[in-house]
């Protein structure tokens, strides 16, 4: 099972910016599909982007659109989610998700259950 840490959260005001990151451990990074979910309090846990083991394809959920990007840098074993104009209600904690089998694509609509490894979440709290 991959090892994933986020960081890169915090505190923010509306219309701001933050960039998360997640660093993998497996030396098979390059192999996985990448995916950011978030779980606000007293919500379910719901998907915000992927990527494609490639970076050929990007998935993203219409909540974030045009405002959000996933990106990842292979050779860092890293992926990263690029947030900007953000609002109060992206405040939750945002878990970064590696695919089951490598080399498989992404399905969609995208489920937590395409996922197999998941890291310990990172707080992003946007104030109005």
């Known amino acids: 099972q991959v090892q994933l840490v986020e960081s890169g959260g915090g505190l923010v005001q509306a219309g701001g910016s933050l960039r998360l990151s997640c660093a993998a451990s497996?030396?098979?990074?390059?192999?996985?599909?990448m995916a950011w979910f978030r779980q606000a309090p007293g919500k379910e846990r719901s998907f915000v982007a992927a990527?494609?083991?490639?970076?050929?394809?990007?998935y993203y959920a219409d909540s974030v659109k045009g405002r959000f990007t996933i990106s990842r840098d292979n050779t860092k074993n890293t992926v990263y989610l690029q947030m900007n104009s953000l609002k109060p209600e992206d405040t939750a904690i945002y878990y970064c998700?590696?695919?089951?089998?490598?080399?498989?694509?992404?399905?969609?609509?995208?489920?937590?259950?395409?996922?197999?490894?998941w890291g310990q979440g990172t707080q992003v709290t946007v104030s109005s």
């Open positions: 990527i494609s083991w490639s970076s050929l394809s990007k």
């Open positions: 497996t030396p098979t990074f390059s192999t996985y599909a």
């Open positions: 998700a590696a695919g089951r089998v490598p080399y498989r694509t992404v399905s969609t609509p995208v489920g937590t259950d395409d996922f197999r490894s």
